[in-house]
């Protein structure tokens, strides 16, 4: 079931005893979570619509609120849970007093919980799954990224280009909650009525911990250093530089496979898509590393793992500050080609 489709069973007549959303999509849960609580009379929501966190909450008062009689007669009740993905800690007490719950409710009481990842395995997932009781709100892949984030700014009421959806993925892209608590503040500062391009969310959208390999790696591997030193200025004091440098030997080493993999690949009667498709590559990504493997021969990839290599070492063996070793590593990596004839081997 879908979040619009709970949010009109609810509101009908055919709205069930339990049901349980799971998912991480912050659009989907919210509407969920509204739903729910529009489903009661506005005047009745302040005694009949209650929330309970586990495990603070016991689930035990969770229950007494779904089976205590109505405050108002005849007025339907809502009760929601919160759970943390893992209920192991008293699980079980928990799994069989959900389960008690869905073999005997009360009429006019509705108990729907909350839950990121339950353990499939638990018998109320799979009761909620058999009575058409289960909302899932998957999380988008992230190729998909941008064109949720035009949903996220469209519901604040923004309008966010294609190229600034693209870069806030690359920034806050590790984090769906933080994304749509990032469009929350642009709606009020630019707010509605301009269409908020990349140069905004450069400036406003802080860079988040999984950003390193999309914003910092792109440029260093486009040999922009013009690109890269604004990004580096950003992360450095604020992020690990071995996690900078692990991050950067990942992606090059990714390049490294592709410029192997793009040259042996005719040589041994496959095509280079098949070849690409073996090491995990393939759409956008594999646009990415195709377009940035170009720009480097195969010497060069060598010599940029070795200096990777070098940086290593040197966070481990010398007293340089870390800091001073991912400049220097950054500005080695992202400098361009000397000029002249291309060496052999660029190209993919």
């Given at each position: 079931?879908?979040?619009?489709?709970?949010?009109?069973?609810?509101?009908?007549p055919?709205?069930?005893?339990?049901?349980?959303?799971?998912?991480?999509?912050?659009l989907?849960?919210?509407?969920?979570?509204?739903a729910?609580?529009e489903?009661?009379?506005?005047?009745?929501?302040?005694f009949?619509?209650?929330?309970?966190r586990?495990?603070?909450?016991?689930?035990?008062d969770?229950l007494?609120?779904?089976?205590t009689s109505s405050?108002?007669?005849?007025?339907?009740?809502?009760?929601?849970?919160k759970a943390?993905?893992?209920l192991?800690a008293?699980g079980?007490?928990?799994?069989?007093?959900?389960?008690s719950?869905i073999?005997?409710?009360v009429?006019?009481a509705t108990?729907?919980?909350?839950?990121?990842?339950?353990?499939?395995?638990l018998?109320?997932?799979d009761?909620?799954k058999k009575?058409?009781?289960l909302?899932?709100?998957?999380a988008?892949?992230r190729?998909?990224l941008?064109a949720w984030?035009?949903?996220?700014?469209?519901?604040k009421?923004?309008?966010?280009?294609?190229?600034?959806a693209?870069?806030?993925?690359?920034?806050?892209?590790d984090?769906?909650?933080?994304?749509?608590?990032?469009?929350?503040?642009?709606?009020?500062?630019?707010?509605?009525?301009?269409?908020?391009?990349?140069?905004?969310?450069?400036?406003?959208?802080?860079?988040?911990?999984?950003?390193?390999?999309?914003?910092?790696?792109?440029?260093?591997?486009?040999?922009?250093p013009?690109?890269?030193?604004?990004?580096?200025?950003?992360?450095l004091?604020?992020?690990?530089?071995y996690?900078?440098?692990?991050?950067?030997t990942?992606?090059m080493?990714?390049?490294?496979?592709?410029k192997?993999?793009?040259i042996?690949?005719p040589?041994?009667?496959?095509?280079?898509?098949?070849?690409?498709?073996?090491?995990?590559?393939?759409?956008?990504?594999?646009t990415?590393i195709r377009?940035?493997?170009?720009?480097?021969s195969l010497?060069?990839?060598?010599?940029?793992?070795?200096?990777?290599?070098?940086?290593?070492?040197?966070?481990?063996?010398?007293?340089?500050?870390?800091?001073i070793?991912?400049?220097?590593l950054?500005?080695?990596?992202?400098?361009?080609?000397?000029?002249?004839?291309p060496?052999?081997?660029?190209?993919?």
């Amino acid at each position: 079931m879908t979040p619009e489709e709970f949010q009109k069973e609810l509101a009908g007549p055919s709205r069930k005893a339990f049901y349980l959303v799971m998912g991480a999509e912050p659009l989907g849960v919210a509407l969920c979570l509204k739903a729910a609580e529009e489903a009661l009379e506005p005047g009745a929501r302040a005694f009949n619509f209650h929330v309970f966190r586990l495990p603070e909450d016991p689930v035990e008062d969770a229950l007494r609120a779904a089976r205590t009689s109505s405050f108002f007669s005849g007025s339907d009740k809502m009760v929601v849970i919160k759970a943390p993905d893992s209920l192991k800690a008293g699980g079980a007490g928990v799994s069989e007093a959900l389960l008690s719950w869905i073999k005997g409710p009360v009429p006019g009481a509705t108990l729907v919980l909350f839950q990121e990842k339950p353990d499939k395995r638990l018998k109320y997932v799979d009761a909620a799954k058999k009575a058409g009781g289960l909302i899932e709100c998957p999380a988008p892949a992230r190729k998909d990224l941008p064109a949720w984030l035009t949903r996220v700014f469209r519901s604040k009421g923004l309008t966010i280009t294609a190229e600034a959806a693209r870069v806030m993925a690359d920034r806050a892209g590790d984090s769906l909650q933080s994304m749509v608590n990032e469009a929350e503040k642009l709606s009020i500062w630019p707010g509605p009525g301009k269409p908020i391009g990349p140069e905004i969310i450069r400036q406003q959208v802080p860079l988040g911990s999984g950003c390193v390999i999309y914003e910092l790696a792109e440029p260093v591997a486009e040999r922009r250093p013009q690109g890269a030193v604004p990004v580096l200025l950003d992360l450095l004091g604020s992020c690990d530089a071995y996690r900078v440098i692990s991050a950067l030997t990942t992606h090059m080493r990714r390049i490294l496979a592709a410029k192997i993999s793009g040259i042996a690949s005719p040589l041994e009667g496959r095509s280079p898509d098949d070849a690409m498709r073996e090491l995990g590559l393939a759409g956008y990504y594999l646009t990415k590393i195709r377009a940035q493997a170009s720009r480097w021969s195969l010497p060069e990839l060598r010599e940029a793992s070795r200096r990777v290599e070098d940086a290593y070492r040197a966070l481990y063996t010398t007293r340089i500050p870390p800091e001073i070793v991912l400049e220097e590593l950054c500005l080695k990596l992202s400098l361009p080609a000397p000029p002249g004839p291309p060496p052999a081997g660029r190209g993919l």
